[in-house]
């Protein structure tokens, strides 16, 4: 129970990857807080948390607005006392060629991907500063490495994330350490909604694993970091 007594925040934990992160957290003994902006997926984890046997608070929330993201930090730090971890994971994409991608789905992307962890981060770091096991995970993408077909706004988003990460990383040096998740393709919902071809797909537990590994107390990985997982180390039983 290496994580026994930290508070872990994960932004669109009611399915997919943060469902799974919420999970491994939760079997090191974490409390978790799950936000999504669905009340039944927020529903589902926190009972599959409590199942495992660590508090979960579920909080609905749209981490595009400020005022929301404010109330949810707030609501963390009076039903838990304190703010270890935060996961930036809630995440959108639409796949469309550069001439038919409307406005709109360019403020969608943006406003949740970048947007998002930022408010996430500026309002939770004032607190994450008075863990002794502060840190700051952003769920990025394959796609802010290197760009991909008919996802420019996608990519736009993700490259946004990574530099966001190292800039944070510095400007938090000796307060809170911040790393960048890159999965290639995984077995999600999202992925499934832009992605109709077969291939291998790494699944929602193997990057679990990596944000796990990178949250442990005696995780020594450089602060910065972007980490690209493309396949799984070890086998899932």
Do not use: W
């Not at 199942?51 to 929330?61: D, E, F, H, M, N």
């Not at 981490?63 to 929301?68: D, G, L, P, S, Y």
């Amino acid at each position: 129970m290496r994580l026994k007594g930290q508070t872990a925040l994960v932004t669109g934990g009611g399915r997919g990857i943060g469902r799974a992160i919420c999970k491994a957290f939760a079997e090191e003994g974490a409390n978790l807080v799950v936000v999504a902006r669905h009340e039944d997926e927020i529903l589902e984890t926190v009972q599959i948390i409590k199942k495992i046997g660590t508090r979960a608070l579920g909080i609905q929330a749209d981490i595009r607005k400020e005022a929301e993201v404010r109330a949810m930090v707030s609501k963390t730090m009076e039903k838990c006392g304190s703010l270890d971890l935060l996961v930036n994971n809630a995440g959108i994409a639409h796949r469309n060629p550069i001439e038919a991608i409307s406005v709109e789905e360019y403020e969608e992307t943006m406003d949740t991907n970048v947007k998002g962890p930022f408010l996430c981060s500026k309002h939770a770091i004032p607190h994450i500063s008075q863990s002794e096991n502060g840190k700051i995970i952003n769920i990025s993408s394959a796609g802010g490495k290197k760009g991909l077909s008919e996802l420019s706004i996608y990519c736009a988003s993700k490259f946004a994330v990574n530099g966001f990460t190292e800039a944070l990383a510095s400007e938090l040096s000796g307060r809170v350490r911040v790393y960048s998740i890159c999965p290639g393709a995984v077995d999600t919902q999202m992925y499934h909604s832009i992605f109709k071809e077969e291939r291998p797909l790494l699944k929602p537990e193997h990057i679990a694993e990596k944000v796990l590994e990178l949250c442990l107390p005696e995780s020594n990985i450089l602060s910065g970091s972007i980490i690209e997982v493309y396949s799984p180390p070890v086998p899932l039983l």
